[in-house]
């Protein structure tokens, strides 16, 4: 026979279906024959209902996040052309990418990259 | 495989497009959860950033042990800690002062103001508590797993706070 004060701890998770479907038929028995605990149910459904609803209202990011975000994504190329040969080491390679569509021309010696067009960007 | 899992598999690829989906559908959690913690609009905008950004490298590592909301809420809540941990060292000048914790820059002043209040009043460990369960929807396991505590004390966090808020809310 399950407790008032074990079903009373499980209440919150009954209100929302977050337990068992085992569980909830142990407690569903209970509450059905038990006052106290109907009472107690009552009060954890209005409570939940509540917070759950200020919460919703609360407030919402600004869009500023997302931008600073994307601002700190990797850029992506689009369209990228590599001419040149990896046998020798040396080739010139082209990129269009997709923020502002900026065209991105990159020398390659031995490993070693030099933007000849477009801007450097930071870290890159 | 559920929708979430293949979202976060595009995010792994360095997927934009499924970035931004992973984006518009968790910032909003993100962010409040953050805001129950520091209740301090700039600070949780910095939360969400710097959670956002821990999902986007760390797309590939996440093993599906937990919901991909429980697992990004546990970033969050890492992360609000560790900026916590710096202004209260001081690395930071706070940019607001205390009132602005309590501001609506949505202007939805509708909200419960009564409950809004009986919320902040709780001590920390029981609002994140009662965030997780009554907003979030989690599972005492995955509070439990989330909050790195045993499920008897996730249990007895939210019947503290429930007792404390009717107490507010009397």
Not at chain 2, 26 to 35: G, T
Not at chain 2, 51 to 60: D, E, N, Q, S
Not at chain 2, 84 to 98: T, V
């Amino acid at each position: 026979m399950i407790r008032c004060e074990t079903i009373e701890r499980w209440l919150p998770w009954y209100a929302s279906g977050q337990i068992s479907t085992r569980k909830m038929q142990v407690m569903a028995e209970h509450i059905a024959n038990c006052e106290t605990c109907q009472t107690a149910l009552a009060k954890v459904i209005q409570l939940r209902h509540r917070v759950a609803s200020s919460l919703t209202e609360a407030p919402v990011p600004t869009t500023q996040v997302w931008e600073s975000l994307t601002e700190r994504l990797p850029e992506a190329a689009s369209a990228q052309i590599d001419l040149g040969s990896f046998l020798v080491g040396l080739n010139v390679g082209v990129a269009a990418q997709r923020r502002n569509a900026p065209v991105r021309g990159d020398l390659r010696v031995l490993g070693h990259r030099v933007r000849i067009i477009g801007k450097h960007k930071k870290g890159a | 495989m559920t929708g979430d899992d293949r979202l976060l598999a595009r995010v792994a690829k360095q997927d934009r497009d499924a970035f931004q989906l992973l984006y518009e559908r968790y910032a909003d959690s993100v962010y409040r959860f953050a805001l129950s913690i520091l209740r301090a609009p700039h600070l949780a905008e910095d939360v969400l950033q710097e959670t956002m950004m821990a999902v986007w490298k760390g797309a590939g590592k996440f093993r599906g042990r937990s919901k991909l909301k429980t697992w990004i809420l546990g970033i969050t809540r890492n992360q609000a800690y560790n900026l916590l941990r710096g202004e209260k060292k001081g690395k930071r000048l706070p940019e607001q002062d205390a009132s602005a914790a309590v501001s609506d820059p949505t202007g939805s002043m509708h909200r419960d103001l009564a409950v809004q209040e009986a919320l902040e009043a709780l001590p920390e460990q029981q609002r994140e508590v009662m965030h997780l369960v009554f907003y979030e929807n989690l599972t005492v396991r995955e509070a439990a797993g989330l909050l790195g505590i045993p499920t008897g004390t996730v249990k007895s966090r939210m019947h503290h706070a429930r007792l404390n808020l009717a107490k507010e809310l009397a």
